[in-house]
């Protein structure tokens, strides 16, 4: 053996007293030995590192050592690699059942000394123990009847989870749907009495009490807005239908949005600029659903964008880009691109930003304020996105932009698909 290139053994074994024996016997005779505690780290560790020997405990719970090792041998990676089974299983045939799974080897528990190590020696140098020809059939029949067991069990219990899961999805939707609803009426009254207070119909107020209630007015506007995409998630995960189309200037929505959160970019000296090409000026869609996604959007972009940035919106017709990778006529499509200078999006939450409840920015930075950057949200904004655009039959993904930011890309028809009601 050459000490200097040990021999790298990985040990799968589900028992931690098994592994210390094994580790602290072949280690000072110059192996290095890696574990794993059950078959699925085994095959992940044997495909990172160079192992020149698998050593494989056949009673392991959940995937038994069988199942472990016909898998290791239909890996392309890995079947060459010797595979031995160490066990204390000596019942009839538990070799016979361990080389046809595919183990090269077997071994039987106790560690025996100087008789263990040269059997090591011997399956490194290639040896390989066989089965008598006339056992393969019937123990290949045995093995393959073994494996369909253990599939309609793995199979029934996925059955049951998914069940479970669907459940729990229900009742969780059903929550948020008789959840927004309570919440709901109760704002309605208090922002319509607020309201009327501010009017002053009911007599002047002092500049203390006006300033409270702005706040009153302020906040339940904002917990009114968080309520709606509530309800709006609830209708989409629900599939309940919920759109109203109409002839709509997506311009105008635009503006309206930017209208909207105008003093907030102000308070932090963002710039927000609208760019149009071509003649746009009418799309089907529901008005309130797109001026709730799009403001959404750029909520979004003035919450992880710093205080002097850029948040620029572009509306025109597709690009060839966007027409290749979805097939589409480009004179029956827009294009709604919000981009921002801003933080842009972690590499690992890029493909996760529009599913529910993700929160964008370090949460030990997150705080409440709606306005200031790295403000607080519900993590739903972007979800509602998607949710609404594809119900119109759109198209919308994100992507971080060099030198830095996130570039939005929202694409939707001209005229919507005949299955939603049209309202005039």
């Not at 780290?41 to 160079?50: P, S, V, Y």
């Not at 702005?214 to 904002?222: F, I, P, T, Y």
């Not at 503006?255 to 600029?273: C, F, G, M, Y």
Request: with cysteine.
């Amino acid at each position: 053996m050459d000490h200097h290139l040990p021999k790298v053994i990985l040990y799968i074994e589900d028992e931690p007293t098994n592994r210390l024996v094994l580790k602290k016997f072949l280690e000072p005779k110059g192996y290095k030995v890696f574990e794993a505690d059950d078959g699925l780290n085994g095959i992940e560790l044997a495909l990172k590192e160079k192992i020149d020997l698998i050593l494989l405990d056949i009673n392991m719970a959940g995937m038994n050592g069988y199942e472990i090792a016909t898998k290791i041998k239909s890996i392309e990676r890995l079947k060459d690699i010797p595979l031995v089974a160490f066990t204390a299983n000596v019942m009839k045939k538990a070799k016979e059942r361990a080389l046809i799974a595919g183990c090269d080897g077997y071994i039987t528990k106790p560690i025996e000394g100087i008789s263990f190590i040269k059997k090591i020696e011997d399956y490194l140098s290639g040896k390989k123990d066989f089965i008598p020809p006339e056992m393969i059939p019937e123990l290949m029949k045995e093995h393959n009847l073994q494996l369909v067991e253990h599939l309609e069990k793995e199979i029934r219990e996925l059955k049951r989870l998914n069940d479970d899961l669907q459940e729990l999805d229900k009742l969780k939707s059903d929550f948020i749907s008789i959840a927004s609803h309570e919440l709901r009426t109760p704002l309605v009254t208090i922002i319509g009495y607020v309201g009327l207070l501010l009017s002053k119909r009911l007599g002047n107020l002092d500049i203390e009490h006006e300033k409270i209630l702005r706040v009153v007015e302020r906040n339940s506007k904002r917990l009114e807005r968080i309520v709606k995409d509530i309800f709006t998630l609830s209708l989409i995960e629900n599939k309940i239908p919920f759109m109203e189309i109409r002839n709509c200037n997506p311009i105008a929505i635009i503006k309206t949005v930017l209208e909207d959160v105008a003093l907030i970019l102000a308070n932090r000296e963002l710039e927000a600029k609208l760019y149009v090409e071509g003649d746009i000026s009418q799309i089907e869609c529901d008005e309130d659903k797109i001026s709730q996604a799009i403001s959404n959007i750029i909520n979004n972009s003035v919450k992880f964008t710093e205080d002097g940035g850029k948040i620029d919106v572009f509306v025109k017709f597709p690009s060839d880009k966007v027409v290749e990778k979805y097939g589409l006529n480009p004179e029956l499509y827009i294009d709604i691109i919000i981009e921002d200078t801003g933080i842009g999006i972690p590499r690992d939450k890029l493909n996760k930003v529009f599913d529910p409840f993700v929160e964008l920015a370090d949460i030990e930075k997150h705080h409440t304020s709606e306005t200031e950057f790295m403000g607080g949200g519900t993590g739903l904004g972007l979800s509602i996105c998607r949710g609404i655009i594809e119900k119109h039959n759109g198209y919308i993904w994100a992507e971080n932009k060099e030198p830095k930011g996130t570039r939005l890309v929202i694409v939707l028809p001209l005229k919507v698909k005949d299955n939603f009601a049209f309202i005039t």
